[in-house]
C-alpha cells in the first residue's frame, strides 16, 4: 500500500516550454501533495503544498507563475514548469500524505533537464 | 522553527560491518514525529520509519534499528551485518504536529552511505 507514482520519469526540453509532471497517489486517497526540489548532492527542498480544491501554498522564493500546481482530485496532482530555462533542470519529487497518518510517502521522482 | 541535523555527511563501510547514521533535532513543539528516509541511486524516497514524539522505545525491523532518545534530540539509525545494497543516501526528518508548519518536512541534510564488497 501507499503507492505513489510521478510521470515522467524523465524529461529533455528546449528553453522556453512547459513541462508538465503528474503526481498520483495509486491505492490511497491523499490530504495533502507536497513538491520538493533536489539538487545533486543536497537534500530535498520543499516547493509548494497543495490540497485537493484548493490554492497550492508556495514556500518562500519559490516563484507561483513559475511552478503552476493543480490538485485536481485526492488522488492527482500536477506541477507545470513554465517557460522552462536551463536553471530550472533538477529532479523534482512529490510526496503524498496520509490523512491522520502523519507521514508523507514518496513517489519516483522527475529528473528534468532544460537544454 | 524546527532543524535536523545529520553531522555524517558520507560515510564508507565494508560489508557486514554496522553502521550508525546520527540525527540530532530541534523543534520547539512537544508533539512531533520523526523519519528515516533511504534515497537510493535511482532517485525514490523510500519510507522506512515514523517516530511519534511521545514513543521512545527503541524499534527494530530486521537488521535496521533506531534508537531514539528525547534527552539528547537523536533519532539514530543503525544497520547490522552492512550490505551493498544498503548503499543509498539516508535522511533524516520531522514533521511538528501543529503550528504553521503543520504537514512539513524538514529533513536533514542527508547521509551518503557506502558499503564495499
Known amino acids: 500500500g501507499a503507492v505513489v507514482s510521478q510521470h515522467p520519469s524523465r524529461v529533455i526540453c528546449k528553453s522556453g516550454t512547459s513541462v508538465k509532471i503528474e503526481c498520483r497517489s495509486l491505492d490511497f486517497q491523499a490530504t495533502t501533495m507536497f513538491w520538493y526540489r533536489q539538487f545533486p548532492k543536497q537534500s530535498l527542498m520543499l516547493m509548494a503544498t497543495?490540497?485537493?480544491?484548493?490554492?497550492?501554498?508556495?514556500e518562500q522564493g519559490v516563484e507561483k507563475d513559475k511552478f503552476l500546481i493543480n490538485h485536481a482530485s485526492l488522488t492527482l496532482s500536477t506541477l507545470t514548469v513554465t517557460s522552462a530555462h536551463p536553471e530550472d533542470s533538477s529532479f523534482y519529487i512529490c510526496?503524498?500524505?496520509?490523512?491522520?497518518?502523519?507521514?508523507?510517502?514518496f513517489g519516483p521522482g522527475t529528473r528534468l533537464l532544460v537544454l | 522553527a524546527q532543524k535536523v541535523t545529520q553531522a555524517q555527511t558520507e560515510i564508507s563501510v565494508v560489508e557486514k560491518e554496522d553502521v550508525t547514521l546520527d540525527c540530532v533535532y530541534e523543534?520547539?513543539?512537544?508533539?512531533?514525529?520523526l523519519f528515516w528516509y533511504k534515497q537510493p541511486p535511482s532517485g525514490e524516497l523510500v519510507f522506512l520509519i515514523r517516530r511519534n514524539s511521545f514513543d521512545e522505545q527503541n524499534e527494530i525491523s530486521g537488521r535496521y534499528s533506531w534508537n531514539f532518545q528525547k534527552s539528547t534530540s537523536s533519532f539514530n539509525f543503525t544497520i547490522t551485518a552492512s550490505q551493498v545494497v544498503d548503499s543509498a543516501v539516508y535522511f533524516c526528518a520531522l514533521i511538528n504536529a501543529g503550528g504553521t508548519s503543520y504537514g512539513k518536512l524538514t529533513f536533514g541534510q542527508g547521509t551518503i552511505l557506502t558499503v564495499h564488497p
Open positions: 510526496s503524498a500524505d496520509i490523512r491522520y497518518q502523519e507521514t508523507q510517502y
Open positions: 523543534t520547539r513543539d512537544t508533539t512531533y514525529y
Open positions: 497543495s490540497n485537493e480544491g484548493s490554492k497550492a501554498t508556495y
